[in-house]
């Protein structure tokens, strides 16, 4: 069946063996085998070097046609209604930050003010002469 969609490829990019050999870098002996149905098995990088020669794609050499656009309607909807969650979700996060930044800004000056008003008043504050 590789070799099969290989030939067609091939047939349909009208380039000779040799052409082909050139532009992988596979020898054409390999190329020879891989197409008369030889090799039973040929390596990965190999069949993408071919396939890259030849411009085309490995999805179209193990027929897997485009998805349909309905089906790309539903995972474009899937991901904006994950998209929608994590702006709720950092907008959420983003009130509680800013919370937590007012709340440490009211204890600094809290912090500060009673540090000022012992330093003011030696005689009944934490610091005395």
């Known amino acids: 069946m590789l070799s099969t969609e290989l030939k067609l490829l091939k047939e349909k990019r009208k380039l000779t063996t040799q052409q082909l050999s050139d532009l992988s870098g596979v020898p054409v002996g390999t190329i020879n085998r891989i197409l008369s149905g030889q090799t039973d098995n040929p390596s990965f990088q190999t069949v993408c070097d071919l396939v890259i020669a030849m411009d085309g794609s490995?999805?179209?050499?193990?027929?897997?046609?485009?998805l349909p656009s309905q089906t790309l309607e539903k995972k474009s909807r899937a991901s904006?209604?994950?998209?929608?969650?994590?702006?709720?979700?950092?907008?959420?996060?983003?009130?509680?930050?800013h919370?937590?930044?007012?709340?440490?800004c009211l204890l600094t000056l809290v912090l500060v003010f009673l540090i000022v008003f012992d330093l003011l008043n030696p005689a009944i504050g934490f610091f005395r002469n």
């Open 58 to 66: 490995l999805d179209e050499l193990v027929g897997i046609k485009d």
């Open 80 to 97: 904006e209604e994950i998209l929608a969650i994590y702006e709720t979700m950092i907008t959420s996060k983003d009130l509680w930050i």
């Open 99 to 104: 919370r937590f930044f007012v709340c440490c």
